[in-house]
């Protein structure tokens, strides 16, 4: 956290998965994955962890958050409004505007694809032509990639979460780390776009 203010970030962008959950479908070896394990020691660990940051936070809830709605609880809520900076945006998917653009967020029920760019491109494909957000954030996949189409900035994020032995088992790699991305608006048009990667290695 002390990277975004030494970098003057104006907010942070979390696109879902928070905690990892606990799958019900494959509860029996995912819990070996986990080092908090259950909805309380999730959401205590994410909050001691998430209230380091000192900026505004804008939060997207993921499959793995959204495993607990089955037991009737929206943990990311939760954790949201134990954090007085920190702003949820509900599951999935939402749109923010800052600085004159719309930002969406998006997290996805989809699996990789067989190149890491062809996801980025299916969701533009899919975007209605009045309908389309300037900047798109897509998270879910663990990988990192930015594409321009149809007059979209399009990234997909990085984990923080290294693979996992479910992923090694799907032969699915992990790219982990943050971004940083800068950009200004001109006439409503997002320009001077940069994305900074911030890797990190365990």
């Known amino acids: 956290?002390?990277?975004f203010?030494?970098?003057k970030c104006e907010c942070v962008l979390h696109c879902g998965d928070v905690t990892d959950g606990?799958?019900?479908g494959r509860a029996k070896t995912h819990i070996y994955e986990l080092s908090h394990i259950g909805y309380d020691a999730q959401k205590k660990y994410s909050i001691e962890i998430l209230s380091r940051c000192k900026i505004q936070m804008y939060v997207l809830s993921g499959n793995h958050d959204?495993?607990?709605k089955e037991l009737g609880a929206d943990?990311?809520?939760?954790?949201c409004d134990a954090i007085p900076n920190a702003t949820y945006l509900g599951n999935n998917q939402a749109d923010i505007e800052l600085?004159?653009?719309t930002i969406r967020l998006f997290h996805g029920l989809d699996g990789n694809s067989y190149a890491i760019s062809y996801r980025l491109q299916k969701l533009i494909e899919g975007f209605s032509g009045g309908k389309k957000p300037?900047?798109?954030?897509?998270g879910h996949t663990h990988k990192m990639a930015y594409i321009f189409e149809r007059n979209i900035q399009a990234?997909?994020?990085p984990s923080l979460q290294a693979q996992t032995p479910w992923m090694a088992g799907k032969k699915i790699s992990a790219h982990t780390g943050f971004l940083i991305i800068d950009f200004d608006v001109l006439n409503g048009n997002v320009c001077n776009f940069q994305v900074k990667l911030y890797p990190y290695y365990e």
């Open 155 to 157: 990234v997909s994020v």
């Open 75 to 79: 943990i990311v809520k939760d954790i």
């Open 66 to 68: 959204a495993w607990y």
């Open 99 to 101: 600085d004159g653009a």
């Open 1 to 3: 956290f002390s990277t």
């Open 5 to 7: 203010e030494k970098e």
């Open 134 to 138: 300037n900047i798109l954030l897509c």
């Open 22 to 24: 606990l799958c019900s």
